[in-house]
């Protein structure tokens, strides 16, 4: 049988010790995947001279799915965020960041299920790079929403919730004040919801989304957002169920999908191994589902699951004292 090849992106800061923990985890669960490695951001940028070399783009564009840990993007110096030249160039649309309780995590919720499909290509970060001081006291940025962009990620969220048999989609915007821009995602988003009558839908202002799923979070199921509102709210599902350790995102385009963490390469606990690795092992098992890989998939869980029910091999952010490693370990023991 040909292995499977998936280009790995181990990324900056924590991000090559937490993408070798979910590499090491895959392989001890008989993935028997070929890894094709490939550089970005500040170690790619100290090797080539640049952010996001053209071989990097040629190996992501090759296998069609990639695993990529958190990327640095310096701040100021012109450079453009290296993660969104990636879902601009492969036209990763729609951006999937599911939130799961597990038991033994220590968060103040339970039985948390929520999945934010944020519109990856469009809004206030598509004009991001575009954004322009016009005198030394102020400047102005783009926010682009378009009808195809905006039908296509409203389909995405919507077929998704059929094909998961999720009962629920809230369609997060604030058409209140910005009109024409979330006024048409909201328009669109809403003609879509008409094609799906056996789905519940539901329109929420983003700044009451915040409260109420501080408050009430049971009564979300699936949010569709555009891009900012998107990036924001799945911060803050991911402290619902234990903090960003725990948060995996799928980039979802037509031909490539990039499988990674929602959080950053967290420079102030970099090289000390102690970073949580599920944020990227949860996104390999995105991965293995997008493969339709389901018992490597399932297999994993179930040890991530047993793993944080023990309490007793678990990461700092989750209240325990052990390394990357020995939690990986652990992992392992238990699949
Ligand atoms: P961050 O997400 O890296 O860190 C925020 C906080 O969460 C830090 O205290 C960090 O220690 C903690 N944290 C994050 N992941 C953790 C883990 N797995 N285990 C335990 N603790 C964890 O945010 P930041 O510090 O604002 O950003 C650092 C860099 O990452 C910036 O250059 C930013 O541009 C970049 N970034 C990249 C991505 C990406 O590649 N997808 C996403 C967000 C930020």
């Given at each position: 049988m040909t292995q499977r090849s998936i280009t790995v992106l181990p990324g900056d800061g924590i991000g090559p010790s937490i993408v070798a923990a979910a590499i090491k985890i895959l392989d001890a669960a008989g993935c028997q995947f070929q890894y094709d490695y490939a550089d970005a951001g500040l170690s790619a940028l100290e090797k080539y001279g640049e952010l996001l070399p053209q071989t990097t783009l040629d190996l992501i564009a090759k296998n069609k799915v990639a695993l990529k840990g958190p990327l640095t993007t310096p701040i100021g110096g012109g450079f453009t965020s290296i993660n969104v030249t990636l879902r601009k160039h492969f036209n990763l649309y729609a951006n999937l960041r599911p939130v799961v309780s597990f038991a033994g995590t220590q968060s103040r919720f339970e039985n948390i299920d929520i999945i934010t499909i944020r519109e990856n290509t469009e809004g206030m970060y598509s004009g991001a790079g575009q954004t322009r001081a016009l005198d030394n006291s102020s400047a102005e940025a783009m926010s682009i929403i378009t009808h195809e962009g905006a039908e296509r990620i409203s389909e995405f969220a919507y077929q998704l919730a059929v094909k998961e048999g999720r009962k629920k989609v809230t369609i997060v915007h604030k058409a209140n004040i910005l009109k024409s821009t979330s006024g048409l995602f909201l328009e669109v988003a809403r003609e879509v919801a008409?094609?799906?009558?056996q789905i519940e839908t539901n329109e929420m202002i983003v700044d009451a989304v915040c409260m109420n799923l501080v408050m009430y979070p049971e009564r979300f199921d699936i949010i569709v957002t555009t891009n900012l509102f998107g990036d924001i709210i799945s911060d803050l599902c991911a402290g619902l169920i234990g903090g960003l350790g725990m948060a995996p995102g799928a980039n979802i385009g037509k031909e490539v999908a990039i499988f990674e963490a929602v959080h950053g390469s967290a420079p102030d606990i970099a090289g000390q191994n102690i970073a949580n690795p599920c944020s990227v092992i949860l996104a390999a098992i995105q991965l293995l589902e997008h493969l339709n890989m389901q018992d490597q998939a399932e297999l994993i869980r179930a040890a991530i699951k047993k793993t944080l029910a023990q309490g007793k091999t678990i990461t700092q952010d989750l209240s325990g004292s052990a390394s990357t490693t020995e939690f990986t370990d652990a992992i392992i023991a238990n699949l």
């Open positions: 008409l094609r799906y009558p």
